[in-house]
């Protein structure tokens, strides 16, 4: 099992920025992939940033060009830089990590999210 702890959310004014933090524990060594998904309430969570091993980063149109997404795999940590925000990046942010189990199934690990707020 892998754990994933969030931490920096918080409330920003527009034009703002915050750097979300992802610590991933237990069994770190199946990790092959993590990102950074967001939902709003009533909504589907949907990718915000994604970065798999000798992946070049993925980001959701929105935010490109705005969010930068960081892995320390010596660490096992994973951030997500956002800048310029704006009241539609107000949600709550969870941390995803891919693992591969031994069946060579793959499992989807979440944490427990972190709200960040955009407001003036």
């Known amino acids: 099992q892998v754990q994933l702890v969030e931490s920096g959310g918080g409330l920003v004014q527009p034009g703002g920025s915050l750097q979300l933090s992802c610590a991933a524990s237990?069994?770190?060594?199946?990790?092959?992939?993590m990102g950074w998904y967001r939902r709003v309430a009533g909504l589907q969570r949907t990718l915000v940033a994604h970065?798999?091993?000798?992946?070049?980063?993925a980001y959701e149109n929105f935010v490109r060009g705005r969010f930068t997404i960081t892995r320390d795999t010596a660490k096992n940590m994973v951030y997500l830089q956002m800048n310029n925000l704006e009241p539609d990046d107000s949600a709550t942010y969870y941390c995803?990590?891919?693992?591969?189990?031994?069946?060579?199934?793959?499992?989807?690990?979440w944490g427990q999210g972190t709200l960040v707020t955009v407001a003036a």
């Open positions: 995803h990590a891919g693992g591969k189990r031994d069946d060579g199934f793959y499992e989807d690990y």
């Open positions: 237990g069994e770190t060594f199946r990790i092959y992939a």
């Open positions: 970065l798999g091993d000798g992946e070049s980063p």
